[in-house]
Each structure stands twice: as C-alpha cells, then as structure tokens.
C-alpha cells in the first residue's frame, strides 16, 4: 500500500477518511482474482464471522464455510454444545446445502416454523427417507396452519442423482448440468438423493452457480472449516484443550481488552496444550499489542477497539482508535514479526473490506452486518408493517456478560456487573429483503473485493495490498461516492 502522490497523514484515519485510487491493470476478469489467505487459517474468501452469540452458530458456520469463510463460535457456549456444533458442521456436505425436511402429515404451522431456517425457504418433503414432494414458503401463504403438507406441497419433485454431482466430468461440468436440469424444469430448488433413492441434500439453482465460483474452505480430511473462542477468565486451558479435542481449526483468544496481563497468561495457558491450529488473540490497537500478544504465542491479532454496530466503548471510555490506521499500524508490526492480523470491526460496505484488506489485514471480521441473516442465530421476527429482523447485542453488553458468567458468578456479583456495560443489549437488525441470506451478503462482498483488486492489477491479495495506491479523502468527498436513492 502506498499513499496517492502529495496527500500526507496528520491523524488516524477510519475508513470514511480514504479511497482507492485506480491503477494500470491487466487483470480482465473478476473471476481471474484468488481471495485464498496466507495465515494457515484455510479460508478461500478472507472473511470471518465474528464470535458474537446473536450471529455465529451451526448453521452460519457451516454457510460461510461452504463458501470460502470461517465462522468463530462464541466464547460462552458450553462446551458440550460447541462439541455437538462442531461435529455438525464436519458432517455437512461442502457442496450441498442441508436440507429442511417435513413429512406428508406434518402441518403448514410447521413449515412456516422451519423454512425460515434457510435462505432457500423451502423444505423437503419426505416419505420413508425418500422425497415426495416440497414445500415453499409461498405455498403457505394465506392458508390454514392446520393444514397438512400433502395438500399444498408440489408432489414429483425435480430430483437430482448424487452420483451425477461426483462424476469423473468433474465438479464445475456437473453443476452446470444441474443447474440445466433444473432451468429445463423451471424448478429453483431440487433434493439431491443417493443411489437408493434416500436424500443426500438440496441444491438450488443459485448455489449451483455459488458452487461454481467459490471453492469451500475444507480442512486435511476435507470437511468443512471452523473456529471457536476461549475467554481470558476461568480455565482457559481446560477450554482449549476441549475445543481442541472437539476439532476446532482456529483457536480465538478474546477480550474486549487484549493488551493485558490476564490475556498474556490465557495465551501461555494455551499455548502448553500444544495446539497445532493458528492461535488467534485480541483486541489490540497498537503495536506494541500486537509485540506482546505475539511473544506470548499468537499467530495472529485481532485488531480493532470500538468501531463496532453494537459498541459504546469510544462514547463510554474514549478508549479506541479510528480502526484504518490501527490496522496498517497493527499490521506492520505483525509483518515484522512474521504473523498476522485480523481487521475486526466497523464494517458496513464491501469498500471497507477491502481497505482492510489493504491495510494489511489477513481476514476481516463481519459481525453486525451478518445478524440480519436466514442463518444467525436469532430468531426470526415480523413486525406489523411486514418487515423482518432479529435482535443482536454487543459482546460486551450487560446481557452478554450475564449469560457469560451465569454459572461462576453469584446472584450478587453478577447483579454488580449489570449496572456496566459498554456495548448494546438488544438492537433489531432488519433483514435486507435484496440480501436476506449470508451468501447474499458474501456475493455482495467478494463482487466488491474482486472489483476493488481489478482496478489494483491484482491477482491476488498479496497482490492487492502491496499495489493499491490508497488517498486521503473529507466527508464531502466520500458522500459524492454515495448512490442517490432511485427516483431523485
């Protein structure tokens, strides 16, 4: 990265305060841009979802990873469930979506409970193993919740062979030929069964076209790929050793606070359980963070204090930093180092993402701007004028800390901790009806990013960060770039 001729930097920059300007490319396609990271993590899209309770679990683990990213699962889940998530999440089709199954007798009501599970918002209906039929989301509109699914469900459903998808043609021949079968049908969404007729998954028409662009971020065995979160308090070496053992690929230390002393043992702590996964550690703003985070046993650092949707921190303590230059900051000292650091926080465009990229960042975390999602955890509201949304809350919020520290705290301690908080307790995140999905929200990012290292010459990442030609721009000059609403 370098700095656009005659602009000089007098303050921290946030990433409203820069652009991109272009530079000679001969880089013709997007397509012709590789978004694999260098950090050992095994990602093929340089996302990751952060480890916040309203967004991250089984079911955007295994979305994202299928696409390329990497989910982190929250810090306070027990144990015994993040072992149940992780085996889930191994077990899953890197090609295949899972699918939502009724049978013939369940009723509408039930449907409707589950579609919204995925963002295919259909269910496979099933007899005996074998599909006979599905069921939309639209086919239940304005009909009885008693009504059973045999009766609103399309019956002979386009099915598609599992031995059609893993054919010597190859993978990219045989979702072509699904995606044609299925076009020819006039059908969106199809069960994919196995030899005896028994469903394998589902597979829709955009995620055959999905399939074909991303390649899935899959671990030695080639299962699909996921991160876990220790805290700083209680046994972390029981914990990691138990993440360990449940076959996490990335271990994440976190804190709202890295740089401290509780941190530096958590990380020893670790480190003794020999663990052969990158080790993850954060938040830090500042060099010498990320120097003592690193001597302690990181791999790599978290960066960012108070740029996220759901933090108070800046306006509660003015404790932070405008999160661009911690990043190209943080991140040069981890290149001297040998390691790396991950941008977490304060992302709201696909632009962000790739400033963060060029700032030196391996992988941006995505926290907020994924709660809005089929697959976060929370569950799915309306409200009367139809809209829909979830509630999120902030990792450091009076309800996180409550739910992190319900079984080793006193009624009286944790009553204490409730009267501070530095980040949101519930917010409603409304799903965008364009991009309801996090694939949706993955296709709108990665288009950006593979633009951003087109206009950069850059086939790569590496690439991009060592050739973007970045400026210092005012409010004026970013709200020129904003789009006017339609119809000004």
């Known amino acids: 990265m370098r700095l656009l001729p005659g ?23 997007r397509f012709d841009v590789d978004l694999s990271s260098t950090d050992g993590t095994g990602t093929t899209i340089p996302l990751v979802v952060a480890n916040m309770t309203a967004v991250s679990g089984r079911r955007m683990a295994e979305t994202v990873a299928r696409r390329g990213g990497m989910a982190v699962l929250p810090q306070d889940l027990p144990l015994a469930e993040v072992r149940r998530t992780i085996a889930s999440v191994k077990g899953r089709h890197p090609v295949l979506e899972t699918p939502v199954t009724v049978t013939p007798t369940d009723t509408v009501h039930t449907v409707l409970t589950l ?39 399309s019956a002979d459903p386009t099915v598609l062979q599992m031995d059609a998808l893993e054919g010597p043609g190859g993978l990219e021949a045989a979702l072509e030929s699904a995606f044609e079968a299925q076009h020819a049908a006039r059908r969106r969404f199809s069960p994919v069964v ?38 700083v308090n209680g046994d972390v070496a029981a914990r ?10 990335v271990l994440v230390v976190d804190t709202a606070h890295g740089h401290q002393a509780k941190m530096i043992e958590a990380l020893r702590a670790v480190r003794e359980q020999e663990p052969t996964v990158p080790v993850v550690a954060g938040n830090v703003v500042t060099a010498d963070g990320v120097t003592d985070l690193v001597e302690a046993g990181a791999d790599i650092i978290k960066v960012g204090v108070g740029p996220g949707a759901m933090c108070t921190t800046r306006m509660m303590t003015a ?82 800390v409550a739910a992190r520290t319900a079984s080793d705290s006193s009624p009286f301690a944790r009553a204490r901790k409730s009267l501070y908080e530095e980040g949101i307790s519930t917010s409603r995140i409304y799903l965008d009806p364009e991009r309801p999905g996090v694939e949706d929200l993955l296709d709108h990012i990665t288009a950006g990013l593979r633009s951003s290292c087109t206009y950069a010459g850059a086939r790569t990442l590496a690439q991009f960060r060592e050739r973007a030609v970045v400026g210092l721009q005012s409010r004026a000059g970013y709200d020129e770039g904003r789009p006017l609403p339609g119809g000004w």
């Not at 990691?240 to 690929?249: I, P, V, W, Y």
């Not at 995505?366 to 999602?373: C, D, R």
């Open 240 to 249: 990691a050793r138990g993440l360990l053992e449940a076959g996490a690929d």
């Open 115 to 153: 579609v919204d599970k995925r963002a295919h918002g259909a269910a496979v209906v099933l007899d005996q193993g074998r599909p006979v039929g599905v069921v939309a989301r639209s086919d239940c509109h304005g009909v009885d919740q008693f009504t059973q699914v045999h009766e609103v469900m």
């Open 7 to 29: 602009h000089t930097i007098s303050h921290d920059l946030t990433y409203d305060d820069v652009f991109l300007a272009p530079s000679y490319s001969d880089v013709s396609s």
């Open 319 to 400: 404790v932070g930093r405008p999160q661009f230059s911690a990043v190209a900051e943080c991140a040069a000292r981890a290149r001297e180092l040998g390691r790396h650091v991950w941008a977490d926080g304060g992302i709201r465009h696909p632009r962000d993402v790739a400033l963060a990229l060029v700032a030196g960042a391996s992988q941006v975390m995505v926290g907020s701007w994924f709660a809005g999602t089929f697959e976060s955890t929370g569950d799915l509201h309306v409200e009367a004028d139809g809209r829909r949304y979830k509630e999120s809350f902030g990792m450091a919020s009076a309800r996180a």
């Open 194 to 231: 196995d030899s005896s007729g028994r469903l394998r998954g589902v597979l829709t028409r955009v995620g055959a076209l999905r399939s074909s662009i991303y390649a899935p971020a899959l671990d030695d065995l080639g299962r699909l790929r996921i991160a876990a979160a220790v805290g």
